[in-house]
C-alpha cells in the first residue's frame, strides 16, 4: 500500500474503525465495571474518541484530563464534549511523556491502550509520576491468551492486526507490564472475549496502586532527560492551544 494510501486509511477510516469496534457491548461491560470509580482530578491517558466519557460519574470527577496522540480521534471526541457535566480538557500529547506536574492527578485511567504505546513501560513510568500520593490508576486492557493455540495465533497476526487497527498490540501482556512498571494490583475483573473477538483473547480491568517501595521515578531505568524535555515541549504546546 503507498504512503498515500496509508495516510488516508490513517485518518479517515482508521480512527472510526477503531470507534466502532471498542463501542461493542463487551467493551461497555467493562467500562461500566471500572470508570465509575474515578475520582477527583482524573488524567486519562490514551483518550481516543472518548468512549468512557458516558461512564464518568460527573460527582465525583472535579476535571477530567484527556491525552491522546492522534487528531483524528480527539476530532471524534471534542463532538461529544457538551453531552456531559464536568469540567473536561483535552490535550494532544504522548503518554511517554505527560504534559502534567508530578503529584498533581488523583485518578490515572488508561483503558485499552497499553496495547498501542510504543513504550508501555515509560507510560507506566509517567503515570506513576503525576499520581499523587495515595493515588491510583485504573485500566482495562485486553490480554496475550493463556491458551497456547491462541497465543500462536496472536503472535501469527499481530502485524496484520496493528496495521488495521491504529497499532494494536494483540501479544502484549498488560497486568505484567503494569507490575514490572512499580504498581500493586489489587480488585480486578477479567473475561473472555466472545467468539468473533477471539483474537483479542481475555480483557482485565481493574485499579493498581503505586508501590511504597518504588515510588520514586527518579529511580526508573526508562526515565531520561529526553523525557523530560518532551514534557516541556508538550506543556507548552498545550498551554498555546489553551
Avoid at 495465533?153 to 488495521?164: E, H, M, P, T, V
Avoid at 531505568?221 to 498545550?238: F, Y
Wanted: glycine fraction near 8%; hydrophobic fraction near 40%.
Amino acid at each position: 500500500m503507498c504512503s498515500r494510501h496509508v495516510t488516508f486509511y490513517q485518518n479517515r477510516i482508521m480512527p472510526y474503525f477503531v470507534h466502532g469496534g471498542c463501542s461493542m457491548p463487551t467493551f461497555a461491560r467493562m467500562r461500566e465495571m471500572i470508570i465509575p470509580k474515578a475520582h477527583g482530578l482524573v488524567a486519562e491517558i490514551g483518550f481516543g474518541s472518548g468512549l468512557n466519557l458516558p461512564y464518568y460519574d460527573p460527582a465525583k470527577v472535579n476535571h477530567l484530563i484527556g491525552i491522546e496522540p492522534d487528531v483524528s480521534m480527539l476530532a471524534i471526541a471534542r463532538k461529544r464534549l457538551a453531552e456531559f457535566r464536568m469540567p473536561i480538557e483535552l490535550i494532544e500529547g504522548r503518554a511517554e511523556a505527560l504534559p502534567l506536574r508530578d503529584g498533581s492527578v488523583d485518578t490515572a485511567v488508561v483503558t485499552y491502550a497499553l496495547c498501542t504505546i510504543s513504550h508501555p513501560g515509560r507510560a507506566l513510568c509517567e503515570i506513576r509520576r503525576i499520581l499523587k500520593v495515595g493515588g491510583r490508576l485504573l485500566f482495562i486492557e485486553h490480554e496475550r491468551s493463556a491458551e497456547p493455540w491462541r497465543s500462536r495465533w496472536q503472535d501469527r497476526l499481530n502485524g496484520l492486526w496493528g496495521r488495521l487497527a491504529g497499532g494494536c498490540h494483540l501479544n502484549r501482556a498488560p497486568q505484567r507490564l503494569i507490575e514490572e512498571a512499580g504498581f500493586i494490583i489489587g480488585i480486578r475483573e477479567q473475561e473472555r472475549f466472545p467468539l468473533h473477538l477471539w483474537q483479542l483473547g481475555t480483557q482485565s480491568g481493574g485499579e493498581a496502586l503505586p508501590s511504597l517501595t518504588t515510588r520514586s521515578v527518579a529511580n526508573h531505568p526508562t526515565s531520561s532527560t529526553q523525557s523530560t524535555e518532551e514534557r516541556t515541549r508538550a506543556h507548552r504546546a498545550s498551554e498555546i492551544r489553551l
